[in-house]
């Protein structure tokens, strides 16, 4: 895809991620408006984002140039980045149908080509990744490469999950030469929490109910929970993982409450399982090893049909 002819033709762009953006979301909206601020002129170039985790505000424009409501302009160029399909795009939805021309850099296994040009790599990392593959190495600042870097951190778990290559430890290694702090990277994105997140971290270890002998971890948060503490969805983050890491689980699920009887899932795999599958089916998407949906009903039903699929999937893999 020629990326670079579309952005070097445009005069006014728009840089976008999907709805509850997360690490690798903001990294490489970011990543993106950074070098092509650094390294274009005479250019308007704006980034939408819902809203950002102050665990990245460290990050380079995060605090002045994101934009969390849509403007009145029409875009030569719309760029989706980390984003699977169009209803992910959120309020930038309109944006996106409006431009004059449109692109979707991502990685998602559950990506629907909504673009008009579409550069999916299913077996890359992340879009930071990506990205990553089509900047020129010399015109990456330090922070971009800081932006670039936390979005690898993010989606590969600090380099822990299935995911993570040569590629991705190249690629990453190059990010260091910029003078990108690794530690802090990855300790205050990443492993730093409040008092209220660990709070809650602890009350879903403690609540988690173990199915299917074992295989299946699950939780549930309830709004109420959520009103209790103050919190947001961005505070749960990393409580998925938590739970896949118990011993002899393959699957783990955490179920928040959105509303009356509607629920945001979050699915984890170990490896037998391609939760991306099961989130399909329910309207979701995302990963192998790593999906989610939204689902109506009450948490229970939702639970039951999920441990359905998985234990069907399950015995598909025991008899293979
Ligand atoms: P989460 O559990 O929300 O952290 O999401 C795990 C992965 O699945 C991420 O890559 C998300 O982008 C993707 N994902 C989560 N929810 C959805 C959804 N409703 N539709 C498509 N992809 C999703
Ligand atoms: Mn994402
Ligand atoms: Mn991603």
Redesign the pocket.
């Known amino acids: 895809m020629e990326f670079f002819r579309l952005i070097n033709e445009a005069t006014s762009i728009a840089i976008a991620g999907?709805i509850?953006p997360?690490g690798?979301?903001v990294g490489s909206c970011l990543a993106l408006y950074n070098y092509l601020l650094e390294n274009t002129e005479n250019k308007q170039i704006d980034v939408y984002l819902e809203s950002v985790p102050a665990a990245f505000s460290f990050l380079k424009n995060t605090e002045n140039a994101i934009q969390t409501a849509k403007q009145n302009v029409t875009y030569d160029l719309f760029v989706a980045l980390?984003c699977?399909?169009i209803d992910?795009l959120g309020f930038t939805e309109e944006l996106f149908l409006g431009a004059k021309h449109t692109v979707c850099l991502d990685h998602?296994i559950?990506n629907t080509r909504f673009a008009e040009y579409n550069h999916v790599e299913e077996d890359v990392s992340s879009t930071c990744e990506v990205l990553c593959g089509f900047l020129e190495d010399a015109k990456i600042s330090k922070e971009t490469a800081e932006c670039l870097y936390l979005g690898i951190v993010h989606?590969t778990g600090v380099f822990k999950h299935s995911n993570t290559t040569r590629r991705t430890m190249d690629m990453a290694g190059r990010l260091l030469e910029k003078g990108v702090s690794s530690s802090k990277v990855i300790d205050d994105s990443f492993y730093r929490k409040t008092y209220m997140q660990n709070q809650i971290l602890g009350r879903c270890l403690l609540e988690s109910i173990l199915l299917l002998n074992g295989k299946i971890i699950y939780s549930f948060v309830s709004q109420k929970m959520m009103q209790l503490y103050g919190a947001v969805a961005s505070d749960l983050?990393g409580i998925?993982d938590q739970l896949r890491v118990t011993e002899g689980v393959e699957v783990a699920i955490?179920v928040r409450e959105e509303g009356v009887q509607h629920h945001?899932?979050?699915?984890?795999s170990n490896g037998k399982v391609d939760v991306?599958k099961i989130?399909c089916m329910f309207?979701?998407?995302?990963?192998k090893m790593?999906?989610?949906?939204?689902m109506n009903g009450s948490a229970h039903d939702v639970v039951n049909n999920l441990s359905a699929q998985i234990e069907h999937q399950l015995k598909g893999y025991t008899t293979e």
Request: hydrophobic share 20%; charged share 30%.
């Open positions: 999907h509850r997360d690798d979301c980390d699977g399909s992910r998602h559950s989606d983050d998925i955490l945001k899932v979050s699915m984890r991306s989130c309207g979701g998407g995302g990963h790593a999906a989610g949906c939204t």
